[in-house]
């Protein structure tokens, strides 16, 4: 059993104490360094270990059981702890585990308000999973804000957006549904994954927990799977850090460190990708064969001003329609540079079909009523050479 979480012995200072405290870019190129004062080594170790042995009887190093903690793994969770301004942080195997163990935050009988056009994982395990363990779902409109209000019940506990819904990009009012949540006495879950704390910190708005899978941005080169969760209070990272333990779907030492690496790079990854994606969604609206182009980053969008109240930056992914379904198999046909694949937030380009892969558990009534038609492709824009990409989709789309 873990008594509380370990502290190991750290240099962390600079950031607790600092005066004047570092900035974001500054934590996140330092995420994991200086950690192990015992050797002095930069880069965070992997402490590769399933236990530890206690100097005496009763005794322990503050590390018993790798399940329970381990020294990479806290370092991560304490680095996004700090950069989400969260009270604990937590890793998991998975942003699914990490959603599956704050879903052990509820019981049979209680009631969640979720934005609709969410990840189509996410649906799927709170409709095929929790919902046979008695969780009950109401499903509003992402920007609706007065239909959370009404869906509140005696029995609502909690309300789960995405920061930007996916593949839509439709953007929820996290301040309004901040001060619903307080309001109610519910609590409010914001899955991060599309922006990162670099552009926004949910729990700074009143959020309670936030969510990351931390495959995509966070991580950012495609080659790791993992999730986080941050949260505001101390009691909430309690309740988290038992439920980790119990639940047990942790991230293991390696995965960590790949995390922490991938975190070093965040804020310059983001910038350029950002700046990529705009000047994509600009060209590609210029297209004969594209009818539509959703982009929060471009400033008639309709998400545009809305993340902009809040958030510092409005992401790389965005979505477009082509003029007909024969010509998204010649599209994925042809593309050379971007990879037709699952997942964002990589250095490398990726292309999807909703419709076809991230939301095909959806019935096709419900994908219409979302926009999620068979014409619609999703673009992660990585760190490459934008007009590499463009040239790309030029000749894909030609
Ligand atoms: C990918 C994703 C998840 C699930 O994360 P995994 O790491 O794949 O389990 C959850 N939410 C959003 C918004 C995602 O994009």
Known sequence: MRSSRPDPNTQDALFESGEPRPRLTTLLAQAGTRQDTRTGALSTPIHQTATFAHPGLGQSTGFDYSRSANP???????????????????AFASGLAALTTVLGLFEAGDHLVVAE????????????????????????PVTDTLAYRSALGPRTRAILVEAIANPCLQVPDL???????????????????????????????????????ASKFLAGH??????????????????????????????????????LRGLKTLALRLERQQTNALAVAQWLRRQPAVVQVRYPGLPDDPSHRPLARFAEGFGAVLAFEVDDAARVERLIGRLRLIAYAESLG?????????????????????????????????????????????????????
């Open 175 to 213: 301040p309004a549904l901040a001060a619903l949540a307080r309001e109610a006495g519910v609590l409010l879950l914001v899955d991060n994954t599309f922006l990162t704390p670099y552009w926004l910190r949910p729990l700074e708005l009143g959020a309670d927990l936030v969510l990351h899978s």
């Open 346 to 398: 990589g250095v490398e380009s990726l292309i999807t079909v909703p419709a076809l892969q991230t939301h095909a558990n959806l019935t096709r009534e419900e994908r219409d009523r979302l926009g999620i038609r068979d014409t619609l492709l999703r673009l992660s824009v990585g760190i490459e050479d934008a007009g590499d990409l463009i040239a790309d989709l030029a000749q894909a789309l030609a």
């Open 117 to 140: 056009g969410g990840y189509g994982g996410t649906q799927r395990l709170l409709d095929q999973v929790f919902a046979r363990f008695g969780l009950a779902l109401s499903y509003l």
């Open 72 to 90: 990479t793994r806290a370092v991560l969770e304490r680095t996004m702890a700090r950069l989400d301004g969260g009270a604990g942080g937590f």
């Open 222 to 259: 495609n080659d790791v799977i993992a999730g986080i969760v941050t949260v505001r209070t101390a009691e909430l990272a309690d309740r988290l850090g038992y439920l980790q333990n119990a639940l047990g779907a942790v991230l293991a030492p390696q995965e960590a460190w790949l995390v």
